[in-house]
């Protein structure tokens, strides 16, 4: 079993920052992407941001030049540094993970989501 554990989220007001973290454990033989998603109230969920397990990166066009996503591939954990925040990323932020197991199953896994809200 794998188990996607998120954490940092919370209240700030606009212009603020927040650092989300996800830590995988369980039977992993390696991760492949990790990523984050986010779900607003009445929307579906979207791609924020994405990384590689060699590093590559991609955005939504929407947090280009706010987020940034980093991983330590030692700790399994994957990061999201969200500045100059605005309203409008207020959402429930999802990791996930494609996971690689002991039998060379690749699966993906999502966390239980940690709710981000912006005051203007």
């Known amino acids: 079993q794998v188990q996607l554990v998120e954490s940092g989220g919370g209240l700030v007001q606009a212009g603020g920052s927040l650092r989300l973290s996800c830590a995988a454990s369980?039977?992993?033989?390696?991760?492949?992407?990790m990523g984050w998603y986010r779900q607003a109230p009445g929307k579906q969920r979207e791609l924020v941001a994405a990384i590689t397990s060699g590093g590559s990166t991609n955005y939504a066009d929407s947090v280009k030049g706010r987020f940034t996503i980093s991983r330590d591939n030692a700790k399994n954990t994957v990061y999201l540094q969200m500045n100059s925040l605005k309203p409008e990323d207020t959402a429930v932020y999802y990791c996930n993970a494609g996971v690689q197991d002991y039998s060379r199953r690749v699966y993906a896994h999502w966390g239980q989501g940690t709710q981000v809200t912006v005051s203007s």
């Open positions: 369980g039977s992993i033989f390696s991760i492949n992407a």
